[in-house]
């Protein structure tokens, strides 16, 4: 028996505790967005740090959605969903869609995209994506879209991030964050591993 193998065999695991797991986890610095999905009168939205971008040709992201999410059945009778990446003055948004808002979008500046789902106006920017898989991940589902439709139109404010348990605005000390210098295309998220 190899030296590696009787290590392995030896070691106990310990179970990691979930409220340990979200804690360290959530030092991880992360975006934050809103999926919606749904139609005119019907549509639902949640907000979400889990996403990524995964293949540039096709377009594809994914993020994570509790097992239990009311926008489970939303996206899967509709089958499209918008990603709308979150500016750092909406923290409030993203709090309140964070929690079951019982007056859906109103009072929420929106516009549906030419595909349906529903489409934050005030963001960055927003993904309209078709889904073409959704694969188990334990506790979530891990739902993978393909982009029909993009745009940025406000690209020029500062993102909305997620640490250490708190929402807040990616500021700089010397103007926009990666304006500072040269863009290096091994950086980009799509391209990474």
Known sequence: ???????????????????????????????????????????????????????????????????????????????????????????????????RRPEGFHGVPHHFAPDGPPVLTEALAYLTCSTVAVHPGGDHDIVVGEVLELAAPGSTREPLIFFDGTLGPLESTDGRFGQAGPKHPAASPARAG
């Open 1 to 99: 028996m190899s030296a590696a193998r009787s290590l392995t065999h030896s070691q106990v695991k310990q179970p990691i505790a979930p409220k340990e797991f979200r804690r360290v986890c959530g030092l991880f610095a992360t975006g934050v967005t809103v999926i919606t999905a749904g139609t005119e009168g019907q549509a639902e939205g949640t907000t979400v740090n889990s996403f990524t971008s995964v293949s540039l040709d096709p377009s594809l992201v994914l993020f994570c959605l509790h097992k239990e999410s009311r926008m489970h059945a939303v996206i899967g009778r509709h089958r499209t969903f918008a990603v709308n990446f979150l500016a750092g003055s909406q923290q409030e948004l993203a709090r309140a869609f964070a929690a």
